[in-house]
């Protein structure tokens, strides 16, 4: 069983940075790779970033290229994703997840665990 908290959510204008952290319970956290995925109010949740158990893979959702940074560190326990450049459109609840795998994914179905979200919101 894994716990996922995240924290770091927050109010913020349009073009400002959020660093957003997720932490996990357990000593196994170095087997799962970790993924970001976000949900605004109306739509579906959707696929963020994604990193591979020891780091080594990374995958972002096209949107958040190049202003999106997802990061682990297994001696801590914690996922990371830093928000750069940040848009109104960025506001959402954004949720941490955990896949009993080593490879990453895209694909919601595939995480086995998941925090209880943190809310993000970009005024413009």
């Known amino acids: 069983q894994v716990q996922l908290v995240e924290s770091g959510g927050g109010l913020v204008q349009a073009g400002g940075s959020l660093r957003l952290s997720c932490a996990a319970s357990g000593r196994t956290f170095s087997n799962y790779a970790m993924g970001w995925f976000r949900q605004a109010p109306g739509k579906e949740r959707e696929f963020v970033a994604g990193i591979s158990s020891g780091g080594g893979n990374i995958y972002y959702s096209d949107s958040m290229k190049g202003r999106f940074t997802i990061s682990r560190d297994n001696a801590k326990n914690t996922v990371y994703l830093q928000m750069n450049s940040l848009k109104p459109e960025d506001t959402a609840v954004y949720y941490c997840?955990?896949?009993?795998?080593?490879?990453?994914?895209?694909?919601?179905?595939?995480?086995?665990?998941w925090g209880q979200g943190t809310q993000v919101t970009v005024s413009s």
């Open positions: 997840a955990a896949r009993r795998a080593s490879s990453l994914s895209d694909y919601e179905l595939s995480y086995d665990y």
